[in-house]
């Protein structure tokens, strides 16, 4: 070997080398990250809205419930006793509550509530339209024909019903379970009746720990509740979605990995006839893994597990590095020299290393946390494989191969050689090029891009079907979106929900909207209790009406004066004791203060017009609509838009790097092949009728990396040299079967992935021809 | 979701509101003392005669003595017990009023305007309502989980007493306690004690039954 060739194998050996001691040094000191929201940007992570998100999602996320029914509802108190018993001992679990009272929340109270500071807006209509006689005639009949009757307290604290009206408001709307005389919360379901379990998840379900011992306590606490007669459970929660996703991935890891892999060791063996090299092929890919995961851990701190995943499978990309150096000696057989060979191999290698790198690294321009993870893992990867093929084997694959090869792999190799000779040699490329032209041209009608979230997962049908029932059967439940309600401090803030409040009541009579929640129903601003204050002193206390109603019931001259006097002044409750009491409540909407300001969501309950709250929140400079799936969608369309623009963009940076190699007509015809072949693979997806997202364009910037290292070798090794065809054909094959097989996929983000990967591999290899030498 | 526990806490603590009705049971010189094992087997009996007596139907007198008052208050009406539990509570004195307890739903008619009404917006009549069907046929599991049972200190005879003392704090500060008396089958009067002294009575006249 030349001294300058030994100087870069050598090199490439010492980093090599390198690499595995940080690997090893790395190694155990990996933190994974599985929070699969990190998969998505976050924004601005201190933005109000996402704050609320958080809060929101941590809520709903963590909750399970459970409805169970048997023949005898009344004999299932034992069995849901020793359940709960079993529930608990999980650590997995931070609350299961069987009997209503364990499911309440903390009673919400003010720290003091006076019937004047306290009304609702039908209280204060009332009080405003009534005379005194009518007033104090109304109140009394109230208090005489309620069949309890009513206490000496109540008559001196809410003499006309008022303040129990208000905290009418403090409780939820729409729930139809009631409580039996177990003390269990009931539910009819279809005419049977089931007793709700309510289990709240001491950590995200998201968590693959959490998610396996949650199901696991559930199905045995669960199991003697099941051979019970007629026993019938239906559950619903994140959790039971989050499992079902892992469930399938696992089997998909097993089905399609243990497929692809069996597929991969097979091809070796057929072509290459040896054990050795195919555990030697696996070396680049597995020091790649190791270096890649290391520079993640050294760079964020942790590796996500998207990252492990997906930059796992294109450092297997690398494997095309081991087939080229493979390809070149076992096509040289008896005349193989290393020196010659490693010459051939040092420049297609080089620039296809430098264009993928290129090309992944601009996959963190996507904006996608987990993708930028990915990129580096996967530059780190494929620079650690190629010194380890350019460093280590021309150590141990110096000599000729031994073995020949398979009769039928090199008639197959003649065959499609002939094809793509009879096809591209002669061909007159600007025609080629009209074509493809044309068929995009016609094409084009037929685009049409997907961005919703929720059609990208697939939850099995079983468990929508009970959330369905969930949803039927225990009435109102809030909806995703809400309004978030700025403010300078508490007390503006709930001035301008009162505004909100008034806006949406209108739309609620309108039958625009279920319902809703704000805030100020807890508690008025200042402002408006000072108003009730004063219409309360006029129209009750001024006017008499009080005095009449004590008349009336015949209470004493001293009990009266002690009542009227202490109904006639109350200080202003301060709204700043809400930030730290409201939070105990889960019922009361979220408030929270961030950057100086103080912020509050309104809930809202489905169904309702989306067009007019948008409205209502378009027309309120503090009011806001947030939409939290249709704000993925619109980042999924925007993060489509964006990477179909970095797509180009890396053909032409791809081109421009080639350009000084090539000049400007060969560079194009090194990146045509991969470019056609993607742009049929999108006109073949949109003739299936796929609709395209932004996981396509992903695999389309697969398509560059591998078809742009196709494309240079043919266009280095100066015709369609067999040794060439046979590397990009075992490099087509391999990635078919790792990545091709996840068009297989049940999760339709992955399946779509794995379907134009598929599509624009085969293609890539087919149209690879024209990157050669006219 | 969220708002279910709210509801499951009100539901609980409606029974708190609907002992806001006043009460105090004082013929009392009665002496009180916790059921034995003894009183048991009489209890079920006293239970089985009750609902064994259903539909059940009368008047009924309401008296409310309260020291802040300088008269008690007064109302009158009629009740009707079905066999299902459905219960009738008409007040006609002072004013004419309708509770119609169906299952779990509970219906008030007032100027002829139907209303239906939950432990959401009128938690002290949903709680009474709780209290009296249980009451009317002494479902003892569904009062063991408020209250403490007692006896007068000679047993359960016939007419019989017994004392419904609140078990837990929520309750107590609203009730002190209940007394309930009745003979041959029937409950004929409540009486519910407040801790500040003030008490109502409910009294119950049976119309004879049609054969």
New interface residues.
Partial sequence: MKRSLRRIQILCLVLMLAAVALGVATLPRLTFNNDILALFPGQDARSAQSIADQHRAQKVEREILLLVHTTKVEQLQQPLEKAQAQLVQCQCFSKVAIKAIDMADEPFRLASEHPALLLTPASRTQLNQLSAEQLSQSAWRRLMTRPGGFSSRELATDPLGTLAAFKANWQPTGDKLHINDAGFAQVDVDGKSYLLVRLTLAASPFSLQVQQAAIQALDSALAEVRTLPGADILTTGALFYTHAGTEQAKREISTVGLGSLLGIVCLFLWVFRSPSLLVLAFVPIGVGVLAGLSVVQWWFGHVHVIALVFGSALVGVAIDYTLHFYAKRFDAAAHWQLSDGYRRLLAPLSLGLLTSVAGYLSFSATGFPGFTQVAVMSSAGLIAAFVTVMGLFPLLLARPNATGSSPTLLALLYAIQGMQRAIFVGLYRPLGGLALGIVALTIWPLWQSNDDIRQMQSPPAELKQMEETFRDSLGARQALQYLLVQAPDAATLLARLEQTDQALAALRDAQQLTDYDTLNRWLPSPGQQRKNLELWQQRVIDSGALEQLLTRLGVGESGRATIVDSLTTAPIIAPGQLLNSAGANAAVPLLFSHAGSVYSVVNLYSPFSSEALIQLASTRPHVSWVDPVGRTNQLLEHYRHNASGLLLLAYALIWLLLCWRYGAFGALAVVTPPAAASVVTLALLLVMGHAISVFHIMALMLVLGIGIDYTLFIRESAGLVRSTLLAIGLSTVTTVLSFGLLALSGTLAIAQFGMAVFVGIVLAFFLAPLAQRP | ?????????????ALT??????ARVDADSVVWRATLEADQQRLQQIAEQLSASLPVSGTMV?Q?H??????P?Q?KGEFLLEENGDID?S?TE??P?L?QVRD?RILRT?DGEQLEIS????P??Y???QI?S?LFEL?L??LH?FFTLQVPAEGLGEPWQLRLQPNNDRLAS?IAAIVVSGQQGQMSRVTVR?P?G?F?QIEFIYRSKKP
């Fill in positions: 979701m969220s708002k279910l526990p709210a509801l499951l806490l009100l539901l609980a603590t509101a609907a002992a806001d009705s006043p309401q409310k309260m020291a802040i008052l300088e008269q208050l109302s509570w007040v002072p004013f009023v509770y779990d007032l432990a959401r917006t009128e002290s009549v709680g009474f309502f009296v249980k479902k599991d569904g989980r609203a407040e500040n003030d109502s």
